[in-house]
């Protein structure tokens, strides 16, 4: 476990180098930079210039990426150009929000993922299994930009039971804090949770039809047993890598549904950043998404060679 | 072997749970309201919550920028204001006297005015103001008039003179458009750490791209006010969040809504609308791309566009068709300029056909931030197809955006706004990039162009409306910068809400603003 764990901690760190100078490159590549921005629409040639020289971006892009990459070693990740803090802090400020929306939404997608899973595998009824079928297909085809747009005007101005937006730190008031994830969250599970259940409801059926199962009905055991001490467990396989590379997904998601919920979050600094072109700001919080992504999957493949031993050993699940 | 895993958690009670927190979490939380404390009774709101569609540029404070507009007026002052007549009233200057000459320019200035430091504004800051405005990495808009000034001295206890080389009358314009900054702490303003100003508000907390407070200054120099303790100013980019934020009940005002939103609110009944003075939204053509150096394709594009249509179908009357940057009301602009190219594809075809440039591809590219400009895009799209282009619709992202325009490297034809013209030709033609006469966008450089423009920005008050006239009259027949429409920028508030005005410069003042429940 081990070995496999260092193999693949060191691909991980391989790639995130790969993907820094590969972010790197693109942002400098896109036509436009910080000076453009900061110098606004009626500058001179001269005043870009002018602050071209002063942020350094006058010097060559191999010279400008070893700068970064050594201030990054170094544990500096710089100010940003176009705010003029400490990229640290601002990502501090707004980390607790992206999380917050990310494992809510992660939450709504497991349990109604599980649920809908395990209904669409177990139920006898016809019913409801293609009533399920079609609520999926409907939740699968609702990107978060339109469902959250459905569910703010419903929610917020209709009804105006929810807030439409905005963000509260949980530890200053927990219940408007809780209030104003659920629609977000909502909107980014619900394309998620089908997935999910189709996959785990695929993986049941499948270990339904196994001996150990067959026999443990065999003996006696009840319906309802067999199901979550048997079957789920043998089926959730599947759907913990799926979940893996979905919360890399509804990170990624975050910026639609933080744009759509006003909620100050690290997608919407990102836009921010890529937007005034902040090299400095969008490098750091690429890398950072990149990482997060890299992470989860890395979590997700060390619970399953934890689960697998054939796994560890060298070969797949 | 136990046939249930939590026998004391059934389906039944599962379901229950769910539900009662749900309907709690939905109906007995409630919407907070909690910064609007009016009660519904007519009381005066104390915290006033206005939502704005981008985050602060701290360190461009001294620039016409949309981004600013909140704190340019509010923690900040200007020397004084410029009416819509082009007349300009006191603020932080009492008085100004011109030499008969018209040579140099004295500014008094009002002695009872404190930075929210506490120290006294005097002269030396109107200096160091201007001087911040020059500084080559400033991009403040005001430079190009400041710098037509061959000194500024502090000549009193309460007083700047200024000298000039040749009578430059346009030069008030400057301090109507430049906010007095504290150099003291000038350099701790781009983070947000200190920004201090001597207006009706102090700068109160900053979350980048979020939100940002403003307190009351108690020790305003205009006794008894502001009216609020609180400005609660939250950052929403996106147009539907803030139309629903403001609808939800979450905002009391709005800054630079999109104009199709706030007329749609407008129609509603339910909020009220309030228009700033009209700026220029232009279609700008490259006269370095052939086959838009000549002038007759440029003719034709200018009456393929319909501007009539843009006005009501996409500003719903919230701007006016126009075919002249200025305002309609500006010193020598006639009705006959303002609606010199009419919807008439008929002409543009045969002026087409005569430059032998039927057929052309062109690019088209509307500025993405805006999304009436994008909308309006299509209108001219079709215009220009029906005349007998072949329009490619170019797309750019915000920043790619403006590099083009600074660099005048559009590979063809593009829509955008030139928010100064709002302070009147003058100031206009020396500082907005689309019209400067050395170099602009449209790359439309002429020794006629270079004269006319001269003469706008020469001429004594008398002079200028036939100045601008003449002016006016050279830039249609060159129809190098069309324009399509005068734009405002609208300000959506509740109804209780009074008080709000937008000066030239578009920047919000909120010094005699009230609301109440």
Known sequence: ?317 | MNDNLSPALTRRSMLGGTLALGGFLLVGCGTDNSSSPGGGNGSPVKTLRVGVTGDLLLSSIQRFQANNQMLRRTVYDYLLDKSDDGSYTPSLATAWKWSSDQKSLVITLRDDVKYHTGRAFGPDDVIASANAALVATSGAQAAGLLKLASGLKKTGDNEVTATFDKPFPGYLDAFAMLPIIDSQTYADAPSGKQVIGTGPYTFGSWTAGSKYTLKRNPSYWQSGKPAFDTIEVTVITDSQAMLSALQSGQLDMVDGMVLRDAATLKKSGKFTVQTSATYDIYVGVNTKVKPLDDVRVRQAIAYALDRDRISSQVYSGLAAASCVPWPSNAPGVTQEQVKHYSYDLAKAKSLLQQAGAVGTEIELAPIPSDPSVVAASQIVQYGLTQAGFKVKMGTYDSAAFATHVQAGDFPGLWITNVALTTMGATTALLTANPLTSAKNTENFVTPEYASLVSAVVDATTDKLPAATAALTDYMLEQAFHNTLVQGQTPVVAVPGLSGVTVDRTLAVNLTNATLKE
């Open chain 1, 1 to 317: 476990m081990i070995r496999y764990t260092l193999r693949r901690l060191t691909g991980a760190i391989g790639v995130l180098l790969i993907a820094s100078v590969a972010v790197f490159a693109l942002l400098h590549l896109a036509p436009g930079d910080p000076a453009t921005v900061l110098a606004g629409p009626d500058a001179t040639p001269q005043t870009v210039a002018a602050i071209r020289h002063q942020l350094g971006l006058d010097q060559s892009v191999p010279h400008q990426y070893v700068s970064w990459i050594g201030q990054l070693f170094s544990g500096h990740l710089g100010d940003s150009y176009t705010i003029h803090q400490p990229i640290g802090s601002l990502i501090a400020q707004r980390v607790g929000s992206t999380l917050q929306l990310t494992v809510a939404a992660t939450v709504l997608t497991l349990v109604l993922g599980v649920a809908m899973g395990v209904a669409l595998a177990t139920s006898r009824r016809r019913v409801v299994t293609q009533t399920l079928d079609y609520l999926a297909t409907l939740a699968l085809a609702l990107p978060p930009f339109v469902s959250g747009v459905i569910l703010i005007f419903l929610f917020a101005v209709v009804w105006k039971v929810l807030p439409s937006g905005g963000y509260v730190a949980l530890g200053q008031q927990p219940g408007e804090a809780l209030r104003r994830l659920i629609l977000p969250s909502i909107a980014m599970a619900l394309p998620s949770a089908p997935v999910i259940a189709r996959l785990l409801a695929a993986e049941m059926r499948r270990v339904a039809q196994q001996e150990f199962v067959l026999t443990a009905i065999a003996k006696g055991a009840g319906r309802r047993w067999i199901t979550w001490r048997h079957i789920v467990p043998n089926s959730v396989g599947p759907a913990i890598i799926e979940l893996g590379i979905r919360i890399g997904q509804l990170l990624g998601g975050a910026i639609i549904a933080e744009a759509i919920f006003a909620r100050a979050g690290l997608g919407s600094l990102l836009v921010q950043a890529v937007e005034s072109r902040d090299y400095r700001l969008a490098q750091v919080l690429l890398l950072l998404a990149i990482s997060a992504a890299i992470l989860t999957q890395l979590v997700a493949e060390l619970c399953i060679a934890a689960i697998d031993p054939r796994v560890r050993v060298g070969g797949t699940a």
